[in-house]
């Protein structure tokens, strides 16, 4: 097989077989493909497309890269994942909920970049947890305390991680079918039978249009099914971000009153869908409406609650956080920004929100940048609020940075105002799944 | 500047300006930017493709990456380049008849790869013959001889040297704008005033048709107009190979005799067409009609063939040769094919016998290949010609390889037969030029 036949066929529309593309994972994984062919490939896919069944192809070449857990002991296992959004916490009520419900949960999370936040940037608002577990510790906290939330082990999928660093300099990122392949790869690798997946659409997410989101969708859903993986996928409204808090510390805390029933609600409809679906797949619950009830109770009981506590103390993190939410890290000072008359909210611009939380230090503009776990912005205002003059629609939170003022201009800049009612924006746009 | 950004842009569809384009191919140059990134903007090139304006800045850059040959004490100098094909020996025969008729040539030629020859392999077959003399050796022979042939001199567009040889192994050659700065930045820097462009189109040729090699043309005419040069490119045909003769000191017989009056009509008629192009170019002659006198005259007086003696003399080879082919190397067989029965030949499908001349040894199949100067096919018949049964047709020289059957079996394949009469095929198909 030659490497660059492989790449012309690609770059002139043609389709790869199976052979061909493990061919080319295997080799690159093991440098004998250069980096320089393989992002020359990476460009005709971006610009050329892959089939479903080419997509499959090369989600099975990166799991066989690595290696893969076995959780079968644990029964069922079902993972989440989330494309990325601003003020997305889901995973720390969710993961906990159905924790308390019997379902195991395994979650490897990533760091943030960009205005997305990262679930282990979050994690690390608890002093001292710890998010490098190995395979032996992940699976005897799974088997000891049923939930564990830590980062990606190099060990699974290596061909998704070398290729997403190429891919990540080489302007080769936007293509459904390597986005697809890099998340299922490692949601496979790492033992999931089962994922509920959340599909972000609009200005604070990677998928701007229902279109595309629907696409990327319907291409997991696809790369599941070819694996034996049961997927559901809901796409949800990324127009504006997520609950209220956007930040780390900020986030946690809005996770936990999640988890106490203080939860916003927008954030509380996602929780409880996402859990309900994750049950469902589990086979923990009958059908949704049961699931519901499930996820309900283990709000009402604490249980929910309980189960995160357990997660922060196994996993090394200060578990008094979870109780007295003061002791999380504080920024220095409150902005607070108040409206100049009454209005009705139009919109809060999910992705300038996500930038002025970078502007914080709540986020990274690249990898490996140090992040404040104090900063970022709490919403008093969402879409279809009302809100008099001289109340406040936003706070940001700062720690005397070069960015503060950029950033609160981004914020008081992403508020649109409407003199008339505003309708409250829907939150679920569509649902994709697997049977 | 950030290169991602750059590749993002174009990938994305969008121009990237002069001062963009020369921070990517000086970068590159300087191994500055890394492999993998070009390779990702060229198949983004080659997918989105480039304006005239980007195309310009791409050839002036690569231009500029070294050093640029100032041949202006030599008056006006022309240069030509054919895109290559089956069969042309034009150079072999042009060059030292517009150096007879008192224009300067100074041409770097390239080695032949894949069913293309290449005119340095070509002049290999005179034996001695030097195809890597300096740029003082060559400023000296010029002066001296008035004609050189050699190779391209690693110190000019050394950017475009590095760039083909990146997108000869990611698939990202067949490109317009990248193919036509390559050859436009090599003939700017070698310090020609005016060029005179052969763009080969059919089965034979790279551009397999008439739209792609005009496009082609006008992208080189508008590089050349850019930079101040005087440029004409003819469309010319490569369904069937150009002459009879296809090999190294096969094609050099063929030229030889083209120079004593006594070449195939095709091969005629272009050398007369591309070398009254050049004297007009190069304004030696007033108009086409008084050019061809002269090239004609050149002919008819054995001035052309003289200047083939001297060049090869000056540049070390035997020039016996010229005199008395038999000198030169032949092969030690001959499998003469000949008509099953009487008819008209409809097609000589060039790519067939140009693959065919790979099996023989006369090309290579990747660069460094070693080369058989001896062997090749020589056509007794051309389309239109009527062959009756039982007289040959083609001529196969062969040197007792493994490929020999297959490359008989092949020239065999190649030519289509009809018993109604079928008329001969056009051979200039076209001409774009500037004013």
């Known amino acids: 097989m030659r490497v660059v036949e492989l790449i012309e066929r690609k770059r002139d ?71 990325g959004g601003v ?34 940037d979050k994690l690390e608002s608890f002093a001292g947890y710890r998010v490098d577990l190995t395979t032996a510790q992940l699976l005897a906290q799974l088997e000891r305390v049923g939930i564990v939330v830590t980062g990606q082990t190099a060990d699974l999928a290596p061909a998704d991680g070398k290729l997403y660093a190429l891919r990540d300099v ?30 972000k659409v609009g200005s604070g997410a990677f998928m701007k249009d229902r279109a595309s989101a629907a696409a990327l969708a319907r291409t997991m859903v696809a790369i599941g099914v070819a694996h034996g993986l049961a997927v559901t996928c809901e796409l949800t409204d990324m127009e504006q971000p997520l609950g209220l808090a956007v930040g780390n510390a900020l986030e946690v805390q809005e996770a936990i009153a999640a988890l106490r029933r203080e939860g916003p609600a927008d954030l509380v409809r996602l929780v409880r869908l996402a859990g309900a679906e994750m049950l469902v797949r ?32 196994a996993q090394g993190g200060d578990e008094r956080m979870v109780d007295e939410p003061s002791r999380l890290p504080a920024a220095p000072r409150i902005e607070v920004l108040r409206a100049p008359r009454t209005a009705y909210v139009a919109a809060v611009a999910a992705d300038r929100i996500g930038i002025a939380s970078v502007h914080l230090g709540a986020g990274r503009e690249k990898k490996g940048d140090p992040i404040d776990l104090r900063t970022g912005i709490v919403l008093r205002a969402k879409v279809g609020d009302r809100v008099e003059r001289g109340e406040p629609y936003a706070e940001v939170h700062v720690a005397e940075r070069a960015g503060d003022r950029e950033a609160i201009d981004l914020v008081r800049g992403a508020f649109r105002w409407s003199a008339a009612r505003v309708p409250r924006r829907r939150l679920v746009l569509g649902r994709i799944a697997s049977r």
């Open 170 to 199: 080489t302007g080769t990122v936007p293509a459904i079918p390597l986005i697809a392949s890099s998340i299922m790869s490692k949601k496979i690798a790492a033992g999931a039978h089962a994922v509920v997946l959340d599909v």
């Open 282 to 313: 589990g086979r923990r619950a009958r059908d949704l409406a049961s699931a519901l009830v499930r996820i309900d109770r283990a709000i009402a009981d604490g249980s929910g609650l309980a189960k995160l506590r357990e997660l922060v103390a």
């Open 13 to 83: 529309g043609g389709t790869l077989s199976v052979a061909e593309i493990d061919f080319l994972v295997q080799g690159f994984t093991k440098d004998e493909i250069p980096d320089y062919q393989m992002s020359a490939f990476a460009m005709a896919v971006v610009l050329r497309g892959m089939s479903a069944k080419e997509t499959a192809a090369l989600t099975a070449s990166m799991v066989a890269s690595g290696e893969r857990l076995d959780l079968s002991r644990f029964g069922r296992v079902v993972d989440k994942h989330s494309t």
């Open 87 to 120: 003020g997305d916490k889901t995973t720390l009520v969710v993961a906990p909920l159905v924790a308390a419900c019997g379902a195991p949960v395994a979650k490897m999370s990533g760091r943030g970049l960009g205005f997305s936040g990262g679930t282990l």
